[in-house]
C-alpha cells in the first residue's frame, strides 16, 4: 500500500541548474507534506514542508509546490549545489501519521 | 539547537536475543515515533506514541515490538526476540504536534541493529 509515492528513483543535475524533485500521494486526507534530506548513516533532515491550505512555499533555494488535484508536489532547488547531493524523501501527514515515500537520490554534479 | 539523540549507535545482537533502542526526544515535543528503513528501502513507520500510549503501529510493529516512555524523557523501543529480517537502521522521532499544524518530525541519527 504505497500512499506516497517517489516515482524517479534518482536524478542528476547539473551544479548551478535546477533540481525538481517529484511525489505523488493518493490518501486525499493527508493535510502536511514535508521533504527531508537523508546522507547515508545519518537520520533524516527536514527541509522544508506546506499545509494543505497552501500551494507554494519557499525558503531560500528550496521551493515546495503543492497541486491538490493531482495528488502531487515537487521540490525544486534553485541553484543546485554538489552539497544538495542526498536521498530526498517526500512525506505526507494526517494526524499522528508521517508516511514516507521511496527516495529520490539527486546527484549535483559540479 | 535542540535534537533528538538515540543510543546505540549501532548494535550487533544474536538472533532470538532481546534488544532496546532508547531514545531521548526534543524536550518539549509531545509526540514520539519510531521509523525503520533496511538498506536501500524506505523509511518505514512502525509507532506514535503520545499522552503515555500508543496512538497508531503499523503492520511492521507486531507482538515482538513494544515501546515504553518509562521516566519522562527516554522513549525505547524493545524488539523481545529479533529476527534477521529486523536489521534496520530504526529511527527515533520527535513532533510538537500532530501533522495539519507545525508537524515537522525531526529525527535521531539512527540506530543500526544487526542480527545474525
Known amino acids: 500500500d504505497q500512499q506516497v509515492k517517489q516515482n524517479s528513483p534518482s536524478l542528476s543535475v547539473q551544479e548551478g541548474r535546477i533540481s525538481i524533485l517529484n511525489c505523488d500521494y493518493t490518501n486525499s486526507m493527508f493535510d502536511y507534506f514535508l521533504w527531508y534530506k537523508k546522507y547515508p548513516a545519518e537520520g533524516p533532515t527536514f527541509l522544508i514542508s506546506i499545509s494543505s491550505i497552501k500551494d507554494k512555499n519557499e525558503d531560500g533555494r528550496f521551493t515546495v509546490f503543492l497541486n491538490k488535484s493531482a495528488k502531487h508536489l515537487s521540490l525544486h532547488i534553485v541553484p543546485s549545489q554538489p552539497g544538495d547531493s542526498a536521498v530526498y524523501f517526500c512525506a505526507a501527514a494526517f494526524l499522528y501519521k508521517y508516511i514516507f515515500g521511496t527516495g529520490t537520490r539527486l546527484k549535483v554534479l559540479a | 539547537e535542540p535534537e533528538v539523540t538515540q543510543t546505540p549507535s549501532h548494535q550487533v545482537t544474536q538472533m532470538g536475543q532481546e534488544v532496546i533502542l532508547r531514545c531521548v526526544p526534543i524536550?518539549?515535543?509531545?509526540?514520539f515515533y519510531w521509523y525503520r528503513q533496511i538498506l536501500g528501502q524506505k523509511v518505514e513507520f512502525l509507532v506514535s506514541?503520545?499522552?503515555?500510549?500508543?496512538?497508531?503501529k503499523s503492520e511492521i510493529f507486531d507482538d515482538q515490538f513494544s515501546v515504553e516512555r518509562p521516566d519522562g524523557s527516554n522513549f525505547t523501543l524493545k524488539i523481545r526476540s529479533t529476527k534477521l529480517e529486523d536489521s534496520a537502521m530504526y529511527f527515533c522521532a520527535s513532533s510538537r504536534l500532530a501533522g495539519g499544524y507545525t508537524g515537522e518530525l525531526f529525527f535521531g541519527e539512527g540506530s543500526r541493529l544487526t542480527v545474525l
Open positions: 506514541f503520545y499522552n503515555n500510549e500508543i496512538s497508531e
Open positions: 524536550s518539549n515535543h509531545l509526540y
